[in-house]
């Protein structure tokens, strides 16, 4: 029997296991074999390891000090799968980062301040860094904070989040193909366009009513049809081949199975929350539904809100298109997302380049996060 310390934190509208490099290092050279064992995949119910059974729940935030450069903490995200013995280190988990600072806070790699303590976190999955801004009074973490986010009950501590230079973090492009939008032939579907932008996290969006959907979807619905399932795979697929991160389609699940993304778009419309409540048109900008690791997302992944208001500001994509303006407002800056579970918003910091095209300085948002337990894990 082997064990591990590790700890469980909710960040955002996601849970992982959080463990420190060292103590994962001095353990194993097969990090992916660990990974699989600690979560209990491949199985459905994933009962016999610490994983939730859903892709929101099977992540893995692997954490350690950094001493030469100038950033607190190194993190790389881990993607278990519930039911494939893959782990996918492509791409970053917003919901996630969003715990990394204060588990340093409380794991004593960084020193905390009055009132509040700037994390600085470099993410190995994109390359890129994320500025944590925890409320800290008189130098102490407290989870007495007032601030709700759509898809977690209850209140918690409010962190703010800015991915800063996020373009390009995994083809090094904003556009991956250099194109506002591309044209995919897809088997069983047919010819789909779409918009593919790279910021924070690879997202490939798809207007929601050119596949004879609404975008106001339930999760239940979406997930209960299987025949939709497929096709929306294989458009995602399409777009990963487009993006060079695949070379067969059909194993899109398995080589590329957590990126791109792939999000339904579609203008604000009245529409009921997973948990029955009314959000009106009024309130949001944007109406969007996530795919993740071929199930439904019950609410959104921050690195996709993030991206999705990058593709907002972005003239010509399809987000762009479909995004709430204001009479005679060809730009803005700051937008509000409809998802399954209610509304994120958050803004960009970006300088246009010409009319067509945009520089992305920073994109930001809000979340709450809170450790769960620490203790150690036990697996053969």
Request: hydrophobic share 35%; proline share 4%; charged share 25%.
């Given at each position: 029997m082997?064990?591990l310390?590790?700890s469980?934190?909710?960040?955002?509208t996601s849970?992982?296991v959080?463990?420190l490099?060292?103590d994962l290092k001095?353990?194993s050279?097969?990090?992916d074999?660990?990974l699989?064992?600690v979560m209990?995949?491949p199985?459905?119910h994933?009962?016999?390891g610490?994983?939730?059974?859903?892709s929101t729940t099977?992540?893995?935030a692997i954490i350690?000090?950094?001493t030469?450069?100038p950033?607190?903490?190194?993190y790389t995200?881990a993607?278990?799968?519930v039911?494939?013995?893959v782990?996918?280190?492509?791409?970053?988990?917003?919901n996630i980062?969003?715990?990394?600072g204060?588990?340093?806070?409380e794991n004593?790699?960084?020193e905390?301040k009055?009132?509040?303590t700037?994390?600085?976190?470099?993410?190995?999955n994109?390359?890129?860094?994320i500025e944590?801004r925890?409320?800290?009074?008189?130098?102490e973490?407290?989870y007495?904070e007032?601030?709700?986010i759509?898809?977690?009950?209850g209140?918690?501590?409010?962190?703010d989040l800015?991915?800063l230079?996020?373009a390009g973090s995994?083809?090094?492009?904003l556009?991956p193909?250099?194109n506002?939008?591309?044209?995919?032939?897809?088997d069983?579907?047919?010819?789909?366009?779409v918009?593919?932008v790279?910021?924070s996290?690879p997202?490939?969006?798809v207007?929601?009513?050119?596949?004879g959907?609404t975008?106001?979807?339930k999760?239940s619905d979406?997930?209960?049809n299987?025949?939709l399932?497929?096709?929306?795979?294989?458009?995602?697929g399409?777009?990963?081949?487009?993006?060079?991160?695949?070379?067969?389609?059909?194993?899109?699940?398995?080589e590329s199975?957590?990126?791109?993304k792939?999000t339904?778009?579609?203008?604000?419309?009245?529409?009921?929350t997973v948990?029955?409540e009314?959000?009106k048109?009024?309130d949001?900008?944007l109406s969007?539904r996530m795919?993740?690791?071929q199930?439904?997302?019950?609410?959104?992944?921050l690195t996709?809100?993030?991206?999705t208001f990058a593709?907002?500001?972005i003239?010509?994509?399809?987000?762009?298109?479909?995004?709430?303006?204001?009479?005679?407002e060809?730009?803005?800056n700051?937008?509000?997302l409809?998802?399954?579970?209610?509304?994120?918003g958050?803004?960009?910091?970006?300088k246009?380049?010409?009319?067509e095209n945009i520089?992305?300085?920073?994109v930001?948002?809000f979340r709450?996060?809170r450790k769960?337990l620490t203790?150690?894990?036990?697996?053969v």
């Open positions: 082997k064990e310390k590790c469980i934190y909710r960040g955002g849970k992982g959080f463990l490099e060292e001095s353990l050279d097969d990090l074999h660990v699989l064992k209990g995949s199985d459905l994933q009962i016999d610490l994983g939730g059974a859903v099977s992540k893995v350690s000090k950094e030469e450069n950033w607190d903490v190194n995200f993607q278990v799968s039911d494939k013995p782990v996918s280190y492509a791409g970053n988990c917003g980062s969003s715990a990394v204060i588990f340093a806070i004593k790699l960084v905390i009055d009132p509040v700037v994390v600085k976190i470099y993410n190995t994109t390359k890129k860094v944590e925890i409320p800290t009074p008189n130098g973490l407290v007495t007032d601030y709700k759509a898809g977690v009950p209140k918690g501590l409010k962190i800015k991915f230079n996020p995994l083809t090094g492009k556009l193909t250099g506002k939008t591309d044209l995919l032939q897809v069983g579907v047919g010819q789909v366009e918009s593919i790279d910021a996290n997202l490939v969006y207007d929601a009513r050119t596949l959907l975008g106001y979807e999760v979406i997930d209960s299987k025949e399932l497929d096709q929306l795979e294989r458009i995602r399409m777009a990963a081949m487009k993006m060079g991160l695949i070379r067969d389609l059909e194993k899109s699940s398995t199975p957590g990126v791109p792939l339904l778009v579609a203008p604000p419309k009245d529409y009921y948990e029955g009314l959000v048109e009024s949001y900008d969007v795919m993740s690791m199930k439904a997302h019950k609410s959104i992944a996709g809100a993030l991206c593709a907002c500001a003239p010509d994509t399809i987000p762009n298109r479909l995004v709430k303006k204001q009479a005679g060809s730009q803005k700051t937008f509000d409809g998802h399954s579970s209610g509304i994120i958050g803004s960009i910091e970006y246009a380049l010409d009319e520089e992305v300085q920073s930001t948002s709450t996060a769960i203790g150690t894990v036990y697996f």
